[in-house]
């Protein structure tokens, strides 16, 4: 009897799963198969699957829009702030990790406060003084917003992590008469590469995905970003659902990609700091 | 904690100093003058009048006054507060009801189970802009991908993002979607800290899986459950993305999906009908958000952190 009432159990709960599964995946599978029907085909028959796979609407995507140009913009300035937002926040969480100095806490706890800012609220001075530097409307702008979003959390976990790291052999190296940089740069930092991939992910993904600043920021059609020229792409294609559908599948495709394959990082990255 | 330099006083005490300067530098002048001074002056702005993009004037408590009080402004902020509070609400029962049973049935760890967490995580990778206008495609009321499944069972088509009544509802649900798998995983990582001691214990207690789910599993996730209201909380009232895609700038139909992101931006960079832009105004309605949120959330922390105590 108890064993009957446990599979019936775990059949509701496979049951509960797989149904979440099929809402979850279902929209993405409709909206990949889609992107090879006509627009006839969408609107006629919509759950059905597509007759032939026609590359038309990616052509039109590829030839007739600026798609490519928001892929690569999005590209440069994901990888940009990423890499200056480790740059700077594993040079700061060493000097607050490793050494020992008068206003070492004082510093962390700035770091640290900024974590607690939403950044979107102070949109309007940080426009301002985006305009007076002469950066609105430019790659570096947008940049330096993601790096000063990003740092206050990276330098949290990078000090979090390089404090871990043991003392002997830093200071083995030191006797050996290295160098500060010599040992932060090739004793350290290679040990620090864990912390380091969960920071870039935990910080490329909302860059990637952002809308926000963009908006604000960025008025050129050739600076904006995918999800920002997607809106622009929407709007020129609103009664073309196939190339819609391809606009959309071609945008989710390579963070999708991405994350099949780092799924593991994605997850611990993108829920750190909720799951202590 | 010391470092190897502590015989090193003296002569070369400048070139640890400078070295250390170097390291910290970057860092803290990019958060100086892009995270720092944006915010101090985010309130100081809040209490001038603007002239274009320049503050012209100072006028007390004006802004506030307008935002709050004077009409119609004060209609929309009211308007746009009260389905902030509604996305607060229906996220908390329905997207992280969800959240719950489902990491509860993930704790199971049956056959398939990580393939399961991969896939209710999926969605949450994508850009809240991707996922707006998929679903807003879904939800056309002859196209659509939801009414056609509906047709197949008999049910009429339905407006969704057309009619009042459904509109608002229809992006909460696009935003479920999205995020669903965020307090789910938040959650099982907290059900895979309760030690395996107590719910076997619990079990040769003779506890089914309800008893073992409301007296032993929810109880002990309370630190979670603190995180995942407050994360939900603060997403809720900086709610901005998902509406602008589906409902457009003035949250249509008839405001009746305006949150207070879409007012907030649309009072300091203008909405494309109107084009009138209010810095003043705008900053006000970002101090209040602020203060909105830091305070409910500081005052939250402390009545959840006291439930965790207790139990």
């Known amino acids: 009897m108890r064993d009957r009432g446990e599979t019936i159990r775990n059949g509701a709960i496979q049951l509960l799963l797989a149904v979440n599964a099929v809402i979850m995946v279902y929209p993405l599978f409709v909206m990949v198969t889609s992107s090879f029907k006509t627009n006839a085909e969408i609107f006629s028959s919509p759950l059905s699957l597509p007759t032939h796979f026609s590359t ?111 003392r002997e052999l830093e200071e083995s190296a030191r006797m050996d008469g290295a160098s500060e940089l010599r040992i932060m740069w090739s004793i350290m930092l290679p040990l620090a590469r864990p912390a380091l991939v969960i920071v870039a992910i935990q910080n490329a993904v909302p860059i990637w995905n952002d809308f926000f600043f963009p908006l604000v920021l960025i008025t050129s059609d050739n600076l904006k970003t995918l999800p920002q020229g997607l809106t622009v792409f929407v709007g020129e294609f609103t009664t073309d659902w196939g190339v819609l559908f391809t606009g959309l599948t071609l945008a989710a495709l390579p963070i999708t990609l991405l994350y099949i394959v780092l799924s593991k990082q994605f997850i611990s990255g993108i829920t750190q700091g909720a799951v202590k | 904690m010391t470092d190897g330099w502590r015989h090193s006083e003296g002569p070369f005490a400048w070139r640890r100093s400078l070295w250390l300067a170097a390291l910290l530098t970057p860092a803290l002048v990019v958060m100086v003058l892009f995270v720092l001074w944006p915010l101090l002056s985010a309130f100081r702005f809040a209490f001038y009048e603007f002239n274009g993009l320049r503050p012209s004037g100072f006028i007390g408590l004006e802004n506030f006054r307008q935002v709050l009080f004077e009409k119609p402004y004060s209609d929309w902020t009211w308007n746009a507060l009260k389905h902030n509070v509604i996305a607060f609400l229906a996220l908390m029962l329905f997207e992280n009801g969800t959240a719950f049973l489902i990491a509860f049935a993930l704790l199971k760890a049956l056959p398939g189970h990580r393939v399961h967490q991969v896939i209710v995580f999926l969605p949450v990778v994508l850009s809240a802009v991707i996922v707006g206008f998929l679903w807003k495609l879904f939800l056309h009321p002859l196209f659509g991908l939801v009414n056609q499944l509906l047709g197949l069972v008999g049910i009429g088509a339905i407006p969704w993002l057309g009619n009042e009544n459904t509109a608002l509802g ?47 599993v929810w109880p002990l996730i309370a630190p979670s459950v603190t995180i995942v209201t407050i994360l939900t909380f603060i997403g809720s009232f900086n709610w901005f993305e998902i509406p602008y895609v589906m409902a457009g700038l003035t949250g249509s139909p008839g405001g009746s999906t305006d949150v207070l992101g879409l007012y907030f931006y649309r009072t300091a960079f203008g909405s494309t009908t109107t084009g009138i832009q209010d810095f003043g105004q705008g900053s006000a309605l970002a101090v209040l958000m602020f203060i909105l949120v830091a305070g409910v959330t500081a005052i939250a922390l402390r009545y959840l952190r006291r439930r965790e105590i207790e139990q």
């Open chain 2, 170 to 216: 229809s992006i909460l649900f696009a935003n479920i979607w999205h995020w669903l798998g965020f307090p789910t995983l938040v959650l099982l990582a907290g059900m895979q800290r309760i030690s395996k001691d107590v719910l076997e214990a619990a079990r040769l207690d003779g506890a089914g899986d309800y008893a073992l789910m409301t007296k032993i």
């Open chain 1, 56 to 166: 038309a609407n990616l052509e039109k995507v590829w030839t007739e829009t600026n798609f490519v140009r928001y892929l690569a913009n999005s590209v440069g300035i994901t990888a940009a702030s990423v890499a200056l937002i480790l740059l700077f926040s594993t040079l700061a969480g060493y000097a607050i990790a490793r050494y020992r100095f008068r206003l070492s806490s004082l510093v962390l706890m700035f770091f640290l406060s900024g974590m607690t800012v939403p950044l979107k609220l102070a949109i309007i001075p940080l426009f301002i003084q985006l305009d007076t530097l002469g950066l609105v409307d430019s790659y570096l702008g947008l940049v330096l917003v993601y790096v000063a979003m990003g740092i206050p959390s990276a330098v949290f976990i990078m000090t979090g992590f390089l404090r871990t790291l043991p």
